[in-house]
């Protein structure tokens, strides 16, 4: 029984560089050109669990990204941990699309590639992390979904049974393929890639779709068309007033309980100061 896998794999900044991530003014959505971008790291364990998936039953497993041009590093990264083959879906039409718009976007591009049997992604990303994409991907794919799944297990063509982390225990399911879910980073543990995987990713299918290739409604994608719009921003000013004060331990004290009164805070005694001396040495 061999199964044709997408994983969807999102690049994101690098945390390492955070301090260096700024926002648009006008668009408000996160200027990444200059940031050095990482595979999110839950999509990790989606790819991992795709490569389970195949070892025990074979098939072909495709990662699927919608990102900007400059993230072919973190593709064939992907491509190297064992993924057969990779699309990219970039197009300055989809810059500033919002989870429905992505969702939309990435269910029509999986619609293109056709016969999918299992859509798996991760639980959240690292810079959204709005967990909406899951969710959404399966209802525009009009498939079962289910999200932060702990557990995946096939018992045939028919059945797969699934356990989905709640906030007391887990819940236990019966589903049938096709779906999607959204892999908890509890399901497995991601694997390294080796030498040999790096050089056999650079022979690996990769292409990319752009909005030409896709059968998409313009009035759904991109930034103008997204149902949730940022309100104005605002630069809190996080800086504080420094004072230097000068005085004998009493005049300090004072000053303090003045200052603490003069902000409304009740101060019911006297300060007592103490100062005390003593020695240490060796018994």
Known sequence: MALKIVVCVKPIPDPAYYKDITIDPVTKTIQREAIPTIINPADKHA???????KEKFGG??????MAPPNVIKNIHEALAMGADEAYLLTDKKFAGSDTWATSYILAKAIEKIGGIDLVITGTETGDGGTSQVPSQLGEWLKIPHLWNVIEFKIKNEKEVYLKTKIENGFMEWKCKLPMAIAVSREINTPRYTTIMGVMKAKKKPFQKLTFDDLNLDEKRIGLVNSPTQAGNLHLLDLSRKGKIIKGSKEELAQFIIDNLKAGGISVEADPIICSCEGETGNE
């Open 60 to 65: 072909k497993i495709i990662t699927l990204s």
């Open 47 to 53: 790819i991992e669990e795709a490569l389970k998936i």
